[in-house]
């Protein structure tokens, strides 16, 4: 039974909104937060007081906002541009062995192929029109650096091969080694250290052909991007990409066969093929969006999906058109993602991210619809709902995230979030065989950035349950490249130190945005935006390509507490830069 009061219940009084003074108001019943609707205390704050707090809390969370933005996004999958001098090579060591490469002979590379297609050929099969053809020529390219490629269709199909290995023998668990029946001297070797010798060797044949424009430099591009090669060279990476977006447009990728024409058998069978390509591409270029990489396709040639739906009158999903592949549904749900990402910097209005959450909702209806990802049963289609699945979990999980950053009272939303954290972590432990995959890296940042931000300034127990439990994820993986893991464990860390100086006394509001913490992760801030906005050519030897930008001494602070800020500067720097790019 529902009791009038004199006063607006807290909720109400949070948001600024009317209350019909009825415990629960018909507000809080909407939202189905009965149990949070209570009627405010003599010590309660003042709406004014309570403004006050909301400022400095909102404050706190733009700065979250940003450091998610500048140090994992871009610093953290992408790298840190440093002078050359920062880096040396070591010339006694080789970047593959010839003893290794030439093991590979035509009967491993039929085993290890034949297992590729069985397991994770949904990785790259669409992108083909017969693989078993392709399959039936390449007993001729497995020349391994002599005289037996004489043109450069040759070398051409050579890399190809070379990349469909490295990308069988990324995913390839030790255990299987020997029941491939590969020699001795292979299965002595770890698949991590195969897989480096592999991508080394692969890397080498594309760097002699990469700008030649053939459909088969996409392709290879395609299969690659499945693999790490974005975290462990991320400066090749985005050369390599920036070809192929040119080949691309040479190649008329996107735009053979319109519709009306090129209606005979073999002009469809290259627009579907060529169709999967292009939206598989423009995934690739969106996710690995970098301001190390200025030029980018997918921004300059598609519109909104948003802004589609937001002058569609109707509503109906039919009205949309049709997807034909796996390739374009996920391009559409990240095309959601994309939307939401013009929000970074600036306030997205509610009926934005309404409109957002509906589109969303609609592919996800759509994805379920699909029979292969309703009763999956082979390992490819287990691996397509593993991908689908993730995408669409943390597109809506980036989009609750935007509304706790810019409404931060919405405890719904909060409440939301933890829940599709949780689902996506259980969706990643569920498929350990396919946590290789480089999105899971990167959506393993992006939670573990939230929940151990929020974790330094918040006492929210799920959130620290949450935390704790990405931490204990990434200590457990062992696979491929665990150093770009282990980088990320370290940047995860420096959430704990933080909150263990955080701890140590109780600070007001105006303490807590000027708190060493803060500090820190503003510093952090500071240090990726330099990197974006100031570089020059480095015509002078000793200057660029980033001009060096004076942080803030903070003079405020004691030595001791300045030498510490320093030195999280120093580890930053550290953890950012640990890649190599040079082969």
Same mark, same amino acid.
């Given at each position: 039974?529902?009791?009038?009061?004199?006063?607006?219940?807290?909720?109400?009084?949070?948001?600024?909104?009317?209350?019909?003074?009825?415990?629960?108001?018909?507000?809080?019943?909407?939202?189905?937060?009965?149990?949070?609707?209570?009627?405010?205390?003599?010590?309660?704050?003042?709406?004014?007081?309570?403004?006050?707090?909301?400022?400095?809390?909102?404050?706190?969370?733009?700065?979250?906002?940003?450091?998610?933005?500048?140090?994992?996004?871009?610093?953290?999958?992408?790298?840190?541009?440093?002078?050359?001098?920062?880096?040396?090579?070591?010339?006694?060591?080789?970047?593959?062995?010839?003893?290794?490469?030439?093991?590979?002979?035509?009967?491993?590379?039929?085993?290890?192929?034949?297992?590729?297609?069985?397991?994770?050929?949904? @990785?790259?099969?669409?992108?083909?029109? =017969?693989?078993?053809?392709?399959?039936?020529?390449?007993?001729?390219?497995?020349?391994?650096?002599?005289?037996?490629?004489?043109n450069i269709g040759d070398l051409m199909n050579e890399a190809l091969l070379w990349?469909?290995?490295?990308?069988?023998?990324?995913?390839?668990?030790?255990?299987? @080694?020997?029941?491939?029946?590969?020699?001795?001297?292979?299965?002595?070797?770890?698949?991590?250290?195969?897989?480096?010798?592999?991508l080394a060797y692969t890397i080498e044949l594309i760097q002699k052909i990469q700008?030649?424009? =053939?459909?088969?430099?996409?392709?290879?591009?395609?299969?690659?991007?499945?693999?790490?090669?974005?975290?462990?060279?991320?400066?090749?990476?985005?050369?390599?990409?920036?070809?192929?977006?040119?080949?691309?447009?040479?190649?008329?990728?996107?735009?053979?066969?319109?519709?009306?024409?090129?209606?005979?058998?073999?002009?469809?069978?290259?627009k579907n093929v060529s169709d999967r390509m292009w939206y598989k591409l423009l995934?690739?270029?969106?996710?690995?969006?970098?301001?190390?990489?200025?030029?980018?396709?997918?921004?300059?040639?598609?519109?909104? @999906?948003?802004?589609?739906?937001?002058?569609?009158?109707?509503?109906?999903?039919?009205?949309?058109?049709?997807?034909?592949?796996?390739?374009?549904?996920?391009?559409?749900?990240?095309?959601?993602?994309?939307?939401?990402?013009?929000?970074?910097?600036?306030?997205?209005?509610?009926?934005?991210?309404?409109?957002?959450?509906?589109?969303?909702?609609?592919?996800?209806?759509?994805?379920?619809?699909?029979?292969?990802?309703?009763?999956?049963?082979?390992?490819?289609?287990?691996?397509?709902?593993?991908?689908?699945?993730?995408?669409?979990?943390?597109?809506?999980?980036?989009?609750?995230?935007?509304?706790?950053?810019?409404?931060?009272?919405?405890?719904?939303?909060?409440?939301?979030?933890?829940?599709?954290?949780?689902?996506?972590?259980?969706?990643?432990?569920?498929?350990?065989?396919?946590?290789?995959?480089?999105?899971?890296?990167?959506? @393993?940042?992006?939670?573990?950035?939230?929940?151990?931000?929020?974790?330094?300034?918040?006492?929210?127990?799920?959130?620290?349950?949450?935390?704790?439990?990405?931490?204990?994820?990434?200590?457990?993986?062992?696979?491929?490249?665990?150093?770009?893991?282990?980088?990320?464990?370290?940047?995860?860390?420096?959430?704990?130190?933080?909150?263990?100086?955080?701890?140590?006394?109780?600070?007001?509001?105006?303490?807590?945005?000027?708190?060493?913490?803060?500090?820190?992760?503003?510093?952090?801030?500071?240090?990726?935006?330099?990197?974006?906005?100031?570089?020059?050519?480095?015509?002078?030897? =000793?200057?660029?390509?980033?001009?060096?930008?004076?942080?803030?001494?903070?003079?405020?602070?004691?030595?001791?507490?300045?030498?510490?800020?320093?030195?999280?500067?120093?580890?930053?720097?550290?953890?950012?830069?640990?890649?190599? =790019?040079?082969?």
């Amino acid at each position: 039974m529902s009791n009038q009061i004199n006063r607006s219940c807290v909720r109400c009084v949070r948001k600024k909104i009317k209350c019909d003074r009825i415990i629960p108001c018909s507000n809080c019943v909407k939202r189905g937060l009965e149990d949070e609707c209570v009627l405010p205390s003599e010590t309660a704050l003042s709406a004014g007081e309570m403004a006050i707090k909301e400022s400095f809390e909102l404050q706190i969370l733009n700065v979250m906002h940003q450091w998610d933005y500048w140090v994992v996004q871009q610093g953290f999958c992408n790298g840190l541009l440093l002078p050359c001098k920062v880096y040396t090579l070591d010339y006694s060591k080789e970047n593959w062995h010839p003893g290794v490469i030439k093991l590979i002979d035509l009967e491993i590379s039929a085993r290890l192929l034949t297992h590729s297609v069985e397991s994770i050929g949904c @990785l790259y099969l669409n992108f083909f029109p =017969d693989i078993q053809e392709l399959f039936s020529k390449f007993d001729t390219f497995l020349s391994v650096g002599d005289s037996k490629t004489s043109n450069i269709g040759d070398l051409m199909n050579e890399a190809l091969l070379w990349s469909l290995l490295t990308l069988a023998m990324y995913y390839l668990d030790n255990s299987v @080694l020997k029941e491939l029946g590969l020699p001795n001297e292979l299965q002595e070797l770890s698949t991590n250290k195969l897989y480096c010798e592999f991508l080394a060797y692969t890397i080498e044949l594309i760097q002699k052909i990469q700008h030649y424009p =053939d459909v088969r430099i996409v392709q290879m591009f395609l299969i690659l991007s499945n693999t790490f090669i974005r975290y462990e060279f991320p400066l090749f990476y985005n050369h390599f990409l920036t070809n192929v977006l040119q080949i691309s447009q040479i190649l008329n990728l996107n735009t053979c066969f319109k519709t009306g024409s090129g209606s005979s058998t073999t002009s469809m069978l290259i627009k579907n093929v060529s169709d999967r390509m292009w939206y598989k591409l423009l995934y690739w270029d969106y996710k690995t969006e970098s301001f190390n990489r200025p030029i980018s396709l997918h921004s300059s040639l598609f519109t909104s @999906l948003l802004r589609h739906a937001a002058f569609l009158k109707s509503q109906n999903p039919e009205k949309y058109v049709r997807e034909d592949s796996l390739e374009l549904l996920q391009w559409k749900i990240t095309s959601l993602e994309r939307d939401l990402d013009q929000y970074t910097h600036k306030k997205p209005s509610l009926k934005t991210l309404e409109v957002i959450r509906r589109e969303l909702e609609i592919l996800q209806v759509k994805s379920s619809q699909i029979k292969r990802l309703q009763f999956p049963e082979s390992e490819n289609e287990k691996f397509d709902l593993f991908v689908i699945n993730l995408t669409i979990f943390s597109t809506h999980w980036k989009l609750l995230q935007m509304v706790i950053v810019f409404y931060y009272q919405d405890v719904f939303s909060l409440n939301e979030l933890f829940e599709y954290s949780n689902l996506i972590l259980q969706t990643i432990e569920r498929e350990t065989k396919f946590i290789k995959h480089p999105m899971v890296l990167r959506i @393993l940042a992006l939670l573990g950035s939230f929940h151990g931000f929020f974790y330094v300034f918040n006492k929210n127990q799920e959130n620290h349950l949450l935390f704790k439990k990405i931490r204990e994820l990434l200590k457990s993986l062992n696979f491929a490249k665990t150093e770009k893991y282990q980088a990320l464990l370290a940047l995860l860390t420096r959430f704990s130190e933080l909150k263990n100086m955080f701890q140590t006394r109780a600070l007001t509001d105006t303490e807590l945005v000027q708190s060493v913490p803060i500090v820190i992760l503003e510093n952090d801030i500071k240090i990726l935006t330099n990197q974006a906005e100031n570089r020059i050519p480095n015509v002078l030897e =000793d200057v660029g390509p980033v001009l060096d930008s004076a942080i803030e001494e903070h003079t405020q602070y004691d030595t001791e507490t300045r030498n510490y800020i320093k030195s999280e500067q120093n580890k930053l720097f550290q953890i950012l830069a640990s890649f190599k =790019d040079f082969i």
